[in-house]
T-cell receptor, first 115, second 115 residues
Framework: AQSVTQLGSHVSVSEGALVLLRCNYS??????LFWYVQYPNQGLQLLLK??????LVKGINGFEAEFKKSETSFHLTKPSAHMSDAAEYFC?????????????FGQGTILTVHP | GAVVSQHPSRVICKSGTSVKIECRSL??????MFWYRQFPKQSLMLMAT?????????EQGVEKDKFLINHASLTLSTLTVTSAHPEDSSFYIC???????????FGPGTRLLVL
């Protein structure tokens, strides 16, 4: 079985400040990890993913995430927040075995960016 | 990234009627598509996995006779909500997996309102 926990349902930052969205996962097999962003009344857009190899993954819009196996974490960061980053962010895990290819999502974190 | 479309984007129907939602992968072939349901302020819940040329696999608690899924081609999957009731009102999102990249690309979602 696999699961994802996103710490903090709401995160608020000032424009230009560091963005840190936390994600911890549980998986019985080596996971694939994803971050998606969702704007209101829209589908999900892939920000970045980790499948293997380099543990620091860079994505679109200046976001990056680091896979830390020892901490079972995949936190999302951006050095400087922009107003357009305001959205809901979902961390997801995909694993093998009987759950092959299925994504399990975290509860989501709403990011608010203040001017 | 790959593009997935959904049609319609919004539908309002009367209780007891059936509604069909289409999900298309526009620039890649998807042997597997997924259907999710998202309630307001909640995460995505996987309803079923749709495999081209075979029967869909439904998650526990999802009524297969109510949510009919057809994956007739490598670029099209359809979800039909049969005999819709107000409690079926929700945001339905599909995704298509771009194997072997193991990434799910999401459609923009369909807002269903059953009166």
């Amino acid at each position: 079985a696999q699961s994802v926990t996103q710490l903090g349902s709401h995160v608020s930052v000032s424009e230009g400040a560091l963005v840190l969205l936390r994600c911890n996962y549980s998986s019985s097999v080596p996971p694939y990890l994803f971050w998606y962003v969702q704007y209101p009344n829209q589908g999900l857009q892939l920000l970045l993913k980790y499948t293997a190899g380099a543990t620091l993954v860079k994505g679109i819009n200046g976001f990056e995430a680091e896979f830390k196996k020892s901490e079972t974490s995949f936190h999302l960061t951006k050095p400087s927040a922009h107003m357009s980053d305001a959205a809901e962010y979902f961390c997801a895990v995909s694993a093998g075995g009987t759950s092959y290819g299925k994504l399990t999502f975290g509860q989501g974190t709403i990011l608010t960016v203040h001017p | 990234g790959a593009v997935v479309s959904q049609h319609p984007s919004r539908v309002i129907c009367k209780s007891g009627t059936s509604v069909k939602i289409e999900c298309r992968s526009l620039d890649f072939q998807a042997t597997t598509m997924f259907w999710y349901r998202q309630f307001p302020k909640q995460s995505l819940m996987l309803m079923a996995t749709s495999n081209e040329g075979s029967k869909a696999t439904y998650e526990q608690g999802v009524e297969k006779d109510k949510f009919l899924i057809n994956h007739a081609s490598l670029t099209l999957s359809t979800l039909t909500v049969t005999s819709a009731h107000p409690e079926d009102s929700s945001f339905y999102i599909c995704s298509a997996r771009d194997s072997p990249l193991e990434t799910q690309y999401f459609g923009p979602g369909t807002r269903l309102l059953v009166l």
